[in-house]
T-cell receptor, first 114, second 112 residues
């Protein structure tokens, strides 16, 4: 079965420091890649996605992720985090194009400290 | 435009009881899915649908049934609730597989 691995369950960082949240998946055959964010006691919100084309994708709030086909990775980065970025981040993958079965990783809790 | 609406928000069931979690979307999305979220487990796909009349099993389908008679609604049925089904359930919808899902606010279910 296809799988999504988020290598860190918790990432504590200080405000204004850079951060990388790691995501690997089991196969690079025709994948769509997503990052979602969940703030406390809320549902999930789409942060960014990769479908095709440029391997670097960006969100409106300063996050970016890079698709690396050879390493089957889609790591999320931000050069300078804010307190408001404290949340849980989920990587998700859909294999075989638009099949509807979006599989999530177990999540990474980002805690930004002052 | 309400987005994805889930009802109820909270529910307590006794072991063996049945119930239906409701999910409705008003965005004319073809794709709809049900996930459960448990601490340390992320979101696990229960069932999904790519259009009215079409459903398929996800990662953890046992103990759950779904149907998709209309584009708007995608109810999740628990036929005989078990404590292992205590979880937060999220419904999500998407225009296509490329669009990214819009999530509802969740249903917190406790089975005692």
């Amino acid at each position: 079965a296809q799988s999504v691995t988020q290598l860190d369950s918790q990432v504590p960082v200080f405000e204004e420091a850079p951060v990388e949240l790691r995501c690997n998946y089991s196969s690079s055959v025709s994948v769509y890649l997503f990052w979602y964010v969940q703030y406390p006691n809320q549902g999930l919100q789409l942060l960014l996605k990769y479908l095709s084309g440029s391997t670097l994708v960006e969100s409106i709030n300063g996050f970016e992720a890079e698709f690396n086909k050879s390493q089957t990775s889609f790591h999320l980065r931000k050069p300078s985090v804010h307190i408001s970025d404290t949340a849980e981040y989920f990587c998700a993958v859909s294999w075989g194009g638009s099949q509807g079965n979006l599989i999530f990783g177990k999540g990474t809790k980002l805690s930004v400290k002052p | 435009n309400a987005g994805v609406t889930q009802t109820p928000k909270f529910q307590v069931l006794k072991t063996g009881q049945s119930m239906t979690l409701q999910c409705a979307q008003d965005m004319n999305h073809e794709y709809m899915s049900w996930y459960r979220q448990d601490p340390g487990m992320g979101l696990r796909l229960i069932h999904y649908s790519v259009g009215a009349g079409i459903t398929d099993q996800g990662e953890v389908p046992n103990g759950y049934n779904v149907s998709r008679s209309t584009t708007e609604d995608f109810p999740l049925r628990l036929l005989s609730a078990a404590p292992s089904q205590t979880s937060v359930y999220f419904c999500a919808s998407s225009r296509t597989g490329e669009s990214g899902y819009t999530f509802g606010s969740g249903t917190r279910l406790t089975v005692v």
